[in-house]
């Protein structure tokens, strides 16, 4: 059995701004149902949605400040959570980075510098808890000051360090160097420093033991100018102790055969009752009810990343098509008025809803026939997995975790049974619209699209998979 600390800056459901806090929390659950010794830790923020009991455990005394540890449970599990309590960094109105008025923090380095070294005194057994970890798993910048820092003790656990995504950086001004008392041997260009910088992340890839991401196919991209943002040299440097592990699902919330948000639940075997579905998916987004036309769905941000531009350019051509498309999401504010022109247009074909629901999400996902994901980059990708658990076919680009969990539709493909999916190489508006025009030819042929959808629901997306993989990293360390 291992003792593992698991760092992070948020974990779902205490806390959540995006996909970092799913992983964080469903992977310390998987990983305790394998028997291990896993305890989380984060910050106190206000906005933490406690359910459990929370208790005092101890202060800790850093840079001349008395910092509480409280603990807690992750909600309905056993799973430990050490709670760093702070209240002039954390206590405070507004999400983990950015104020109410979502300007970022104007302490961020302080803030997650002092959380880092909390976790290090925690992993060095110094916070009086009578505790120490065999392994540290740090995820994304705002924990990357603690490998860093535990390279320089004696006797320290092993270091993992997760990256979510590279465009996050936690790049500050070079005085933050003082503020935060870093010390002397970790300030140089092969350490903390980045073009007279101080990068959190660097922390993380210098020193961490293993480096890992969120899908293999990610863990190569990152090596390239094209998504390395910098970093791409140090990242090959360390090819050797650097790896992906594609990330799980919450396969209970996202099933659907047990399904509470939609009308008709279904299985493979049951899958004419996604039509049930269907049709009231067409009624609620008050399009015209009809089995027959494929139903096209995007659920997702409305940024450049996610391939919103590559969409609403190839929208009009789409609109000549016999087809419906539904969308829900939230972002730049050009894209989401570009949608709703689109849709007031072509009311029978396109129904969008600006903003965020689970419920929708869930309706969205039983209900589609196909599902658009042509991310520019994707570092794991979450709703193509969705997807395919509810026999509604993805169309992704070919990069990061979308090429590692959608099988392309091909003869050969088709034949082994793998087929689960659409993909196309090139992010342009051409190559999308192709693999709209391939997936519509699927589409008309009932028997390989149902050979397509029993596939993609016979996809294991757990996360017990995944925790077997990163138990298996913990013992080679």
């Known amino acids: ?23 964080c929390g469903s992977l310390p659950i998987a990983l305790s149902e394998l028997s291990q010794d896993i305890k989380l830790i984060l910050p ?36 430990t959570v050490f709670l760093v309590d702070y209240p002039s960094y954390f206590n405070l109105p507004g999400n983990p980075y950015v104020d109410e008025l979502g300007e970022p923090w104007s302490n961020n380095a302080e803030r997650f510098g002092l959380f880092c070294k909390i976790a290090v005194e925690v992993a060095m057994d110094r916070a ?24 320089l003790e004696h006797e320290r656990p092993k270091t993992v360090f ?30 903390l420093e980045f073009y007279d910088m101080l990068s959190f992340i660097k922390g993380g890839l210098v020193y961490a033991d293993y480096i890992t991401t969120v899908s293999p196919s990610y863990a190569l991209e990152i090596q390239t100018t094209e998504f390395g943002y ?49 049709a009231d998916l067409q009624q609620h987004f008050a399009l015209p009810v009809n089995e027959k036309i494929p139903l096209f769905s995007l659920i997702g941000r409305l940024v450049e990343q996610k391939g919103i531009d590559l969409l609403v350019e190839c929208l009009p051509e789409m609109m000549t098509m016999n087809l419906q498309f539904v969308l829900l999401g939230n972002g730049d504010k050009a894209f989401e008025m570009q949608l709703q022109v689109l849709a007031d247009l072509y009311p029978d074909k396109i129904a969008i809803k600006i903003g965020y629901s689970e419920a929708i999400a869930h309706v969205i996902e039983a209900g589609a026939d196909i599902f658009l994901m042509p991310s ?24 990061g975790g979308l090429a590692d969990t959608v099988t392309d539709t091909l003869p050969e493909t088709l034949e082994l049974g793998t087929a689960s999916g659409v993909v196309f190489n090139e992010a342009s508006a051409g190559a999308l619209l192709e693999a709209i025009k391939r997936t519509l030819i699927l589409y008309s042929i ?9 596939n993609a629901m016979s996809k294991d997306f757990s996360w017990q998979r995944s925790a077997a993989e990163y138990l298996a990293l913990y013992n080679n360390l």
Request: aromatic share 10%; hydrophobic share 40%.
């Open 1 to 23: 059995m291992k003792k593992i600390l698991f760092v992070s800056s948020e974990v779902y459901p205490l806390i959540k701004t995006g996909g970092l806090a799913d992983v």
């Open 44 to 79: 106190r923020y206000q906005a933490l949605k406690i359910t459990e009991e929370v208790r005092f455990l101890c202060t800790v005394r850093v840079d001349n400040r008395n910092v509480n540890i409280l603990e807690t449970r992750l909600p309905g599990t056993q799973v």
């Open 128 to 151: 009086y808890l009578d505790w120490k970890p065999d392994i540290v798993h740090c995820n994304d910048w705002q924990t990357g000051l603690v490998p860093a820092l535990l390279s």
């Open 162 to 191: 997760t990256i979510h995504n590279m465009a996050y950086q936690g790049l500050f001004p070079k005085v933050a160097v003082y503020d935060l008392n870093i010390p002397g041997p970790l300030w140089h260009i092969a350490g």
């Open 230 to 278: 910098g970093l791409e040299g140090l990242l090959a440097a360390r090819k050797g102790t650097l790896g992906g592990i594609i990330n799980g699902i919450d396969v209970e919330q996202w099933d659907p055969e047990i399904d509470p948000y939609i009308p008709q639940t279904y299985t493979a075997a049951t899958l004419s009752n996604k039509q049930l579905n269907k």
């Open 376 to 399: 520019k980059f994707e570092p794991c990708g979450l709703n193509q997995m969705y997807s395919q658990r509810y026999g509604t076919i993805p169309i992704v680009r070919k990069t």
């Open 446 to 454: 009932p028997s390989a699209w149902k050979k397509m959808q029993v």
